[in-house]
T-cell receptor, first 116, second 112 residues
Framework: GAGVSQSPSNKVTEKGKDVELRCDPI?????LYWYRQSLGQGLEFLIY????????KSGLPSDRFSAERTGGSVSTLTIQRTQQEDSAVYLC??????????????FGPGTRLTVT | GNSVTQMEGPVTLSEEAFLTINCTYT??????LFWYVQYPGEGLQLLLK?????DKGSNKGFEATYRKETTSFHLEKGSVQVSDSAVYFCAFPSNTGNQFYFGTGTSLTVIP
């Protein structure tokens, strides 16, 4: 079946502009995660959605970052007034959170964001 | 707090050499442990996992054993191939599953 998809694959934007990154999780997966991967760094947790529950936003680095998940499926990560330090690869993952696959995450290919 | 410490890279090996990538973790309780692999230009993929102490996860010739006593989950392969060149991440979930804790990744290059 289809995996996690993300768009765009690459985004170059000017400092101060807003950007939207999209994630389409695997159909039926109730959990959705956003991470940031900076050069030479591990994955930094940003935000987590589980079903219809309130999202866990504890990883968002500033109030310029926000995310929503519509209808329990597609998610959009928005970065307002982008800064150069926002340049990174933004990864989305989804998980079925059930049975033997509990907690196993399936990752999308990522969106590479470059802020000039 | 929760964290993963991974062997620093990059690692360069000749084909058919033995591979070990060290991973130790600090966690509350005994979470499932995972190794993810990221091939060039691709997203992260699950390589193997172990769900409890002394379990051995294995896939594609790679193995890792969940060692509770040493809080380790070292990745091994007896004979690496050029196609194994990738970045390897050790990880585990939080107690509530609301996030995963990842190591910084270890880059492996296998030369013919």
């Amino acid at each position: 079946g289809a995996g996690v998809s993300q768009s765009p694959s690459n985004k170059v934007t000017e400092k101060g502009k807003d950007v939207e990154l999209r994630c389409d999780p695997i159909s039926g997966h109730t959990a959705l995660y956003w991470y940031r991967q900076s050069l030479g760094q591990g994955l930094e947790f940003l935000i987590y959605f589980q079903g219809n529950s309130a999202p866990d936003k504890s990883g968002l680095p500033s109030d310029r970052f926000s995310a929503e998940r519509t209808g329990g499926s597609v998610s959009t990560l928005t970065i307002q007034r982008t800064q150069q330090e926002d340049s990174a690869v933004y990864l989305c993952a989804s998980s079925p959170r059930s049975g033997t696959s509990t907690y196993e995450q399936y990752f999308g290919p990522g969106t590479r964001l470059t802020v000039t | 707090g929760n964290s993963v410490t991974q062997m620093e890279g990059p690692v360069t090996l000749s084909e058919e050499a033995f591979l070990t990538i060290n991973c130790t973790y600090t966690a509350t309780g005994y979470p499932s442990l995972f190794w993810y692999v990221q091939y060039p230009g691709e997203g992260l993929q699950l390589l193997l996992k172990a769900t409890k102490a002394d379990d051995k996860g294995s896939n594609k010739g790679f193995e890792a054993t969940y060692r509770k006593e040493t809080t380790s989950f070292h990745l091994e392969k007896g004979s690496v191939q050029v196609s194994d060149s990738a970045v390897y991440f050790c990880a585990f979930p939080s107690n509530t599953g609301n996030q995963f804790y990842f190591g910084t990744g270890t880059s492996l290059t296998v030369i013919p």
